[in-house]
């Protein structure tokens, strides 16, 4: 069974950064093949998309608030994805969440596996 484990959130002034990391387990194999994706849930809000990227890190997307601020990236032989948030607003605090699935597309619909989640917070 595949299982995702973020770490890496915490606390942040606005224009600061963070660098979160979901490390995937449980797959055999040397590459784990499915686009992966971090997700957000501000507080009172629905799960919204931040930023995906394929197999082979050739295509990535961003939602338009992160575009430019985020960055995605996975290291397949670490069994790790990444997400670089700079320049931090209010606007960003939420709990992030990792999540790996065979579709492409910013939806929560789309992906199948789904980590725990880690809080960052962002004060003005």
């Known amino acids: 069974e595949v299982q995702l484990v973020e770490s890496g959130g915490g606390s942040v002034q606005a224009g600061g950064s963070l660098r979160l990391s979901c490390v995937v387990s449980?797959?055999?194999?040397?590459?784990?093949?499915?686009?992966m994706a971090w997700f957000r849930q501000p507080p009172g809000k629905e799960r919204e998309g931040v930023a995906e990227?394929?197999?082979?890190?050739?295509?990535?997307l961003y939602a338009d608030s992160v575009k430019g601020r985020f960055i995605i990236s996975r290291d397949n032989s670490r069994k790790t994805l990444y997400l670089e948030m700079n320049n931090m607003n209010a606007a960003d605090t939420a709990m992030y969440y990792c999540?790996?699935?065979?579709?492409?597309?910013?939806?929560?619909?789309?992906?199948?596996?789904w980590g725990q989640g880690t809080q960052v917070s962002v004060s003005p």
């Open positions: 999540a790996a699935g065979p579709n492409w597309g910013l939806s929560p619909a789309f992906y199948k596996v």
């Open positions: 449980g797959f055999t194999g040397n590459t784990y093949n499915a686009n």
């Open positions: 990227i394929s197999i082979n890190s050739r295509n990535t």
